[in-house]
């Protein structure tokens, strides 16, 4: 069995005594040509500060991904680079949009991108998620800002809000080119999926719903439809928690509303779900030897996935930091700190 598993590893082109590779082959793959919308479409208003333009690349699984690129409009140099994404079931016409504009008013240039399967980006079925393939998306967008020529390509960054905050902790514990990486009101979406709300589900109802999953994958392929799990609940029951009222009044309004989005319209697809109830993606989160900043709201439903990530994280460059009176959506447009963030970059991608 162990020659089994060695074989297997140099199959993979990889070195058991090192970080090396091996041979390797240039592919003639195409991008898929993605239907992108020119207008400006966003929850925020453009800056006049920075130069917008809409780009594409691909993932290592050949998914095109759709990004908003933003630069500065006045520098000199090589740029440090940040790629942002997140919420879960957002697009970047909202919150990573917001802080990508945003910091690259700060000097940055940042890559703001819709997730695969999501939004203006590639890859069918439409509205999936998966813990394997949503980290490569991190990764892939560093491909990309190392390969534009206004860009330091040793000095890239990446920022995860919401579910994708635990993406790019688990792309950071993966991608050593990564130099410094930033959580902003961070979900562990394979934590949140296997054990529930402050881990309050039993490992009964655990396997209770794997066969309610599972079953509907047996029906999605029998009628050839994929269910989807509905997006943030509208209207609002009476009975409703304040983090689901918080969820409303952002991607039910005005204030957050967009047409891609998927937490604003139909959700996921259902039995995306079972791929996170057994893939717990902070695993390798202790060995992240680069800078890693978590940003929680002080109000937040969901400040334990942030304070119990940074108790795995090992180093003088890891930082939690928590904003006073801030709930979990409030650091999506309203509470969100910019200096600290400006800060966190500077220091590290210098």
Not at 146 to 167: K, M, N, Q, T, V
Not at 271 to 283: E, G, K, R, V
């Amino acid at each position: 069995m162990k020659y089994a598993a060695v074989a297997l590893l140099f199959g993979m082109g990889v070195s058991v005594t090192g970080c090396t590779h091996g041979t390797t082959k240039k592919t003639n793959d195409h991008m898929e040509t993605l239907n992108l919308t020119r207008e400006w479409d966003k929850t925020f208003p453009q800056s006049d500060k920075v130069r917008h333009r809409k780009v594409t690349f691909r993932n290592r699984y050949g998914i095109t991904l759709a990004a908003d690129l933003y630069e500065p409009r006045e520098y000199r140099g090589k740029l440090a680079a940040i790629a942002v994404s997140g919420p879960f079931g957002a697009v970047k016409e909202q919150a990573s949009g917001l802080y990508a504009q945003t910091l690259a008013e700060r000097g940055f240039l940042t890559l703001a991108f819709d997730p695969s399967y999501t939004g203006e980006s590639g890859g069918e079925p439409r509205n999936v998620a998966s813990p394997d393939i949503n980290t490569e998306d991190f990764c892939a967008a560093v491909d990309f800002l190392s390969s534009l020529p206004e860009a330091d390509a040793e000095r890239i960054g990446i920022l995860g809000i919401c579910g994708w905050g635990g993406f790019a902790i688990n792309a950071a514990a993966m991608d050593t080119r990564i130099r410094a990486t930033v959580a902003s009101t961070m979900y562990d979406i394979s934590r949140c999926t296997a054990n529930g709300y402050f881990d309050a589900m039993p490992p009964d109802e655990r396997y209770r719903l794997r066969c309610e999953l599972n079953a509907q994958r047996t029906e999605d392929y029998r009628n050839g439809t994929r269910a989807l799990a509905g997006g943030v609940v509208d209207p609002l029951p009476d009975d409703a928690p304040q983090f689901v009222k918080d969820y409303h009044a952002y991607y039910k309004t005005s204030r957050g509303y967009h047409e891609r989005s998927l937490n604003s319209n139909d959700g996921w697809n259902r039995t995306s779900a079972l791929a996170f109830l057994n893939a717990p993606i902070l695993a390798y989160s202790d060995e992240i030897r680069s800078a890693v900043l978590l940003v929680h709201g002080e109000n937040a439903h969901s400040r334990y996935f942030s304070e119990d990530a940074f108790k795995r994280l090992k180093g003088e460059n890891k930082e939690l930091s928590i904003v006073p009176g801030a709930n979990h959506t409030d650091l999506y447009d309203r509470k969100i700190p910019f200096d600290k963030l400006e800060a966190f970059f500077r220091s590290n991608l210098e």
